[in-house]
């Protein structure tokens, strides 16, 4: 299984960027589509991005199409999330998993400790 911390995020305003990183451990993690999910408060956890294990391919949930890229670094076990003109509605804890490429769901039960986006008006 995948060891995962995610980082990057902050307090930032709407229109402003974000760079959400997650690093993983084990020598497996080339081998795994990945994919960004987040969770609001009072509301349930939902999938952002996904990116093949290869990065040739990428899918995106519709509120973020357009303004958020994922990407991948195989050699530095690392995934992204590019997050550009950000809104108060991104707002959310974001946590990474490797996941099934064709419906985005995870493989594992088990997610690290997330990272908090905050975007203010």
């Known amino acids: 299984q995948v060891q995962l911390v995610e980082s990057g995020g902050g307090l930032v305003q709407a229109g402003d960027s974000l760079r959400l990183s997650c690093a993983a451990s084990?020598?497996?993690?080339?081998?795994?589509?990945m994919g960004w999910f987040r969770q609001a408060p009072g509301k349930e956890r939902e999938f952002v991005a996904a990116?093949?294990?290869?990065?040739?391919?990428?899918y995106y949930a519709n509120s973020v199409k357009g303004r958020f890229t994922i990407s991948r670094d195989n050699a530095k076990n690392t995934v992204y999330l590019q997050m550009n003109s950000l809104k108060p509605e991104d707002t959310a804890v974001y946590y990474c998993?490797?996941?099934?490429?064709?419906?985005?769901?995870?493989?594992?039960?088990?997610w690290g400790q997330g990272t908090q986006v905050t975007v203010s008006s």
């Open positions: 084990g020598r497996t993690f080339s081998s795994y589509a």
């Open positions: 990116i093949s294990w290869s990065g040739g391919n990428t």
């Open positions: 998993a490797p996941i099934q490429f064709y419906d985005h769901t995870p493989l594992f039960d088990s």
